[in-house]
Structures are given as structure tokens and as C-alpha cells.
């Protein structure tokens, strides 16, 4: 059973030069993100370049994210589909593989109406026993999942959290005054994380945590431990990094920064193009200016991990 609470990375896909995966960097950045204490493990989700990996390339990674995790922390898988029929398939391949629930998105490259949007997120979870996270993300994707809409999926069981990416901290508290402790809420914005955190929500679907995972474990622990002037200051050091998320180049912003951190390289599947010029040099400044005034961490307690799992 997910308990959808804590720093769930929303894992960048690496690969080599000549556009295959790198599963032997994907290993070096579990470990690092395992050993600094993250609660849950995304793979394929945007800033994995859900769109151009393959079925295949999609059970390896999440094979290797089981195998290097030892099933001691939640692997989840994002479904981005165009077509009900192509999800129910993907969401029925997640399980046989393994994967301990899914993330997912709303029908891509059509923006279906309200009664569209919930009848593809029953279905898909009528097809599975996997507990589900719903991304909301209306910025990105065009379809916002509203309260009155989240009122028809308390009935389903397995619709367990959404991932907020609304960038708007009041729908936490509109949530929890909606369902109480129905549905679990994930942050998906860096920028906003702090705030949503200290309002009530749950977890952090992190994208810089591929570059910085202590950095963000960290600030994750003081907020639950009520050491908020701790975490203020970290995350106010963070916040130039963080806003590398929230930039339609997140991809190639976010694996810049894991190159030079060592987690990770610069190379991306085209259509994306790496940086070059200018904007590198520019995104580049940013993260060295957050390298060269790396705050200490303080000591914390690390949450306990509460995983069942067999689900």
C-alpha cells in the first residue's frame, strides 16, 4: 500500500549520445536518491520525456527502479495516452512489471470535456487493482480535474492522490476542505513546494531532486518536524534552482544541472534539442551560483517509510 507521503522524484530518463538509454547513469541517480532518503520513486512522467520512450525502455527502467530499490519504497509509473484503450494496456503492463501504482495524466493531444476526462480515469482504474495518483495540471496539459470532478472519483477506490500542479497553494486547502484525508496531495510545482507543504499537503513530486536530493529530502523533514526557519532558509537558497522547473525546457534545464552534479547528462531525445549558447551558458550561471553557495544541512530525522508490498 502507497502511503503517497514524503519526496517522490519525478525521474529524468538519461540517455547516450546516440539517443539509447543510459541504464548504468539511471542506476547512479537511484542510488544517490535512494540513499538520501527519498519516500517514492516516478518513472516516465513529463520530465522523463513521457512522449518519446518506448513500451519497452519503460519496463526496463521500471525493472531497475524495483531491482535497485529492493521494494522498499514505491516505484510508480506515469500513463500518458492518447486513447482509454492504450492506457488500460499501459496501466496493465505497470502491473505485470511490478510497478506498485500509477501516475495519470488526462487524455493527451485532446482536450476532453468533464465527463470525457472522468469516464478515461474510471476506466482506467476499473482495469487495474494499482492505486492511482490523478495529475492536475491545467497549465501544462489544458484540462483542469475540479473539485465538483474529484467529488465523482471518491467513489473509486483506487483513485488514491492527485499531484497538484494547478500552481494555485489554495487548492490544497480547498481540497482538504472538499475530501479531508480522502484524496493524498502531492506538490507538483518546486516553486510552490514549501508553501503547499505548510498548508497541508502531503508530499513533493520533486524535479530538481535529480540534481539535489538531500537539498530537497532535507527541506521536506524540517517542514514535518515544524523546523521551519531551518527550512526557510534552504529552500530560499533553492528557490533559483527550483525555477528551473517551472520553463517549458524544464527537461533540458533540470539534466544540465544533473550533469554537473554528476546524476545525470545533458543528452535528451529530439524533438528536444540540448542547450547550447547563450541559454546554457545563462541556466548554467544559475546552477553554479546554487553549487558555490551550497547551504549545510542540518541533521534530521528521517521520516519512516511505512511500505507495504504486497498490495
Not at 549520445?17 to 520513486?41: R, S, T, W
Not at 533553492?238 to 545533458?266: C, M, N, W
Request: one cysteine or more; charged letters at 25%; aromatic letters at 6%.
Amino acid at each position: 500500500m502507497i502511503q503517497w507521503q514524503g519526496v517522490f522524484p519525478a525521474l529524468t530518463t538519461p540517455f547516450t549520445i546516440d539517443g539509447k538509454l543510459d541504464l548504468p547513469m539511471f542506476e547512479k541517480n537511484l542510488d544517490v536518491q535512494i540513499d538520501a532518503g527519498v519516500h517514492g520513486l516516478i518513472v516516465g512522467g513529463s520530465l522523463g520525456e513521457a512522449s518519446t520512450i518506448r513500451q519497452e525502455e519503460k519496463e526496463q527502467l521500471i525493472r531497475k527502479a524495483l531491482d535497485k530499490s529492493a521494494k522498499t519504497i514505491p516505484v510508480v509509473l506515469n500513463i500518458a495516452e492518447s486513447a482509454t484503450s492504450d492506457a488500460i494496456k499501459q496501466a496493465r503492463l505497470a502491473e505485470d512489471w511490478g510497478a506498485h501504482g500509477l501516475m495519470v495524466l488526462p487524455p493527451m493531444r485532446y482536450k476532453s470535456d468533464a465527463v470525457e476526462t472522468l469516464t478515461y480515469f474510471k476506466n482506467i482504474a476499473a482495469s487495474t487493482e494499482l492505486p492511482m495518483m490523478i495529475y492536475n495540471n491545467p497549465v501544462d496539459y489544458g484540462i483542469e480535474v475540479s473539485i465538483r470532478m474529484f467529488e465523482e472519483l471518491t467513489v473509486v477506490e483506487n483513485i488514491q492522490a492527485v499531484k497538484d500542479s494547478t500552481r494555485d497553494v489554495s487548492n490544497v486547502s480547498r481540497m482538504i476542505n472538499a475530501f479531508g484525508d480522502r484524496f493524498k496531495i502531492l506538490c507538483g510545482v518546486d516553486t510552490i513546494a514549501m508553501e503547499e507543504l505548510c498548508v497541508g499537503a502531503h508530499a513533493w513530486v520533486a524535479g530538481l531532486v535529480n540534481a539535489f536530493p538531500r537539498e530537497t529530502v532535507v527541506i521536506y523533514e524540517l517542514i514535518k518536524q515544524g523546523r521551519l526557519e531551518e527550512a526557510r532558509r534552504i529552500y530560499r537558497w533553492f528557490l533559483p534552482l527550483l525555477e528551473l522547473d517551472i520553463h517549458p525546457k524544464l527537461v533540458q534545464y533540470i539534466k544540465l544541472a544533473q550533469a554537473v552534479t554528476g546524476l545525470g547528462s545533458e543528452h535528451v531525445r529530439a524533438p528536444r534539442l540540448t542547450l547550447v549558447g547563450a541559454e546554457r551558458e545563462r541556466i548554467l550561471s544559475i546552477i553554479n551560483e546554487g553549487i558555490t553557495s551550497r547551504p549545510h544541512l542540518p541533521v534530521v530525522r528521517k521520516s519512516e517509510k511505512r511500505f507495504s508490498r504486497s498490495l
